[in-house]
């Protein structure tokens, strides 16, 4: 890989654990100038710290709940103040759901919808004006395969993921003639502990993995993947195993896709 990376600063939600953690390390190696953004400020510092010994120039740890929404504009001020401007958005942060839709409250569905579409337009949107102004940025959303196809055990997830796809395309048209790119990244299973903390129907912590998501990519490789596509300026990729044959499946062959579904063992 080129320099492309070097003294970009790049700002990743989702960044104390798993695929965020993974490219923000990757990015370090690259000489990025990081932004890291989670919940937990002890996991953060600790990614910021292994980030640092990596080569990354400048890392500020900010922390951010995805779902106070009032707080993000001030958080992205604090961060502009610090950084001038902002060259790659990385929107990873969220969370997933096992749950029947019949088992899975409406607080529940309110909470996935809040963290994974909500939060993450709040920020991009607090966000964009600066990128406006300066004629340039690159944002980068993290989705799922089931952005693209449903799932069980996944309603709201899955919807809250269709519904990223759908606003990020239509912000790619709306900033064409700004230079802001637009990429949509759609990972299948990925070897994290997304299961462990997806929420049940209750809204407790899953905490058990996939057998699915355990034999998943693993996130370091992911991370090269998904670096490669911000680099190219891609604007939608698929990357798992044999899961994203499911999207093609879906397209041509709709009704075998709907048979398949029913049997897919998902959990």
């Known amino acids: 890989m080129s320099n492309f990376f070097n ?22 190696v690259h000489g990025a100038q990081l932004v890291l953004s989670a919940r937990s400020e002890t996991e953060l510092q600790q ?9 990354a120039g400048i890392v500020i740890v900010q922390v951010m709940d995805l779902s106070r929404h009032d707080q993000i504009p ?9 950084v001038g401007k902002v060259d790659i958005l990385i929107n990873n942060g969220g969370i997933s759901q096992r749950a029947l839709a019949k088992d899975t409250s409406l607080e529940v569905d309110k909470k996935l919808m809040d963290v994974n579409f909500f939060g993450t337009i709040t920020l991009t949107k607090a966000l964009l004006p600066s990128m406006l102004t300066h004629q ?17 055990f996944r309603t709201s997830y899955a919807a809250s993921k269709h519904a990223l796809h759908g606003f990020f395309d239509s912000l790619r048209a709306e900033v064409h003639d700004s230079s802001i790119k637009v990429t949509l990244v759609c990972p299948g299973f990925i070897r994290t502990n997304v299961s462990i903390n997806a929420l049940t129907g209750s809204g407790e ?14 996130p370091e490789r992911l991370a090269r993947k998904i670096l490669r596509a911000i680099e190219n300026g891609r604007q939608e990729v698929y990357f798992g195993g044999k899961e994203v044959l499911a999207i093609y499946v879906k397209r041509f062959f709709p009704a075998l896709f709907a048979k398949i579904l029913t049997r897919a063992k998902v959990r």
Do not use: F, Y
Request: charge should be positive; glycine fraction near 12%.
């Open 205 to 218: 912590k899953l905490g058990t993995m996939d057998d699915a998501t355990n034999k998943g990519m693993a």
């Open 7 to 28: 003294n970009k600063r790049v700002w990743i939600t989702g960044a104390s654990a798993g695929i965020g953690a993974a490219i923000a390390k990757e990015m370090a």
């Open 47 to 55: 990614v910021a710290t292994k980030c640092r010994e990596l080569g």
């Open 74 to 82: 001030q958080l992205v001020q604090n961060v502009l103040s610090k």
């Open 136 to 152: 340039l940025g690159h944002i980068v959303t993290i989705t799922s395969l089931t952005g693209m196809i449903g799932s069980p």
